[in-house]
């Protein structure tokens, strides 16, 4: 098996939690943030939806691939897109940057949870429930196959999933160490 590094890598679906899960672990931790979005956007200079509608999803998915390879190999906390596994070498990037947790939920709570906020540019579709159904279908192999395990996050707290995650990887270092 090739190096594993120490950090904890997010990922999951639109709406899975990634990004107030990856706060709660930065707040028991301490350690450093990477948000693959937010480096998008910081990096062009607008919001992700704006990029996607300027530039298109191809071009997005460049500057997602960019960004993750500005993420250094050290003890970190890094969110994820939930596009960035349609990629193999991000997938293979995250798997050399550490342990890589797969947050899954409901179909139900995932489309409560991005309905909340209408910014997900992938579900501006006449049939959103539809779109988010048939994404979900296409991308769960792929982030069980990318993940070392997963958490199903439809009845926890942002806290409680943030403890499941730190003793999972716990755990992976007891098995290999
Ligand atoms: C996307 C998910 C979004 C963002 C972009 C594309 C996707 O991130 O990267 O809108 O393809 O699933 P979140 O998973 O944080 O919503």
Excluded at 11 to 32: D, Y
Excluded at 71 to 86: D, K, S, Y
Excluded at 145 to 173: C, K, P, Q, S, W
């Amino acid at each position: 098996m090739s190096e594993r590094g120490e950090a904890i890598v997010l990922i999951g679906f639109m709406g899975a939690g990634k990004s107030s899960v990856g706060r709660e672990l930065v707040k028991r931790t301490g350690l450093p943030l990477y948000d693959t979005d937010r480096m998008v956007a910081a990096r062009v200079g607008m919001p992700i939806a704006e990029i996607f509608a300027s530039y298109g999803e191809e071009e997005f998915r460049d500057c997602e691939a960019a960004a993750l390879a500005q993420v250094a190999e050290r003890p970190a906390i890094v969110v994820t897109g939930g596009g960035l596994v349609l990629r193999t070498a991000n997938v293979e990037a995250i798997r050399r940057l550490g342990s890589v947790i797969n947050l899954v939920a409901s179909e139900e709570a995932l489309f409560e949870r991005v309905s909340r906020r209408g910014t997900r540019p992938l579900l501006q579709t006449s049939d959103p429930r539809g779109t988010l159904s048939e994404l979900l279908r296409k991308r769960e192999p792929l982030y069980r196959a990318a993940a070392d395990f997963t958490i199903d996050t439809t009845n926890l707290t942002h806290a409680a999933v943030a403890e499941a995650v730190l003793r999972g990887v716990a755990e992976m270092h007891q098995h290999v160490g």
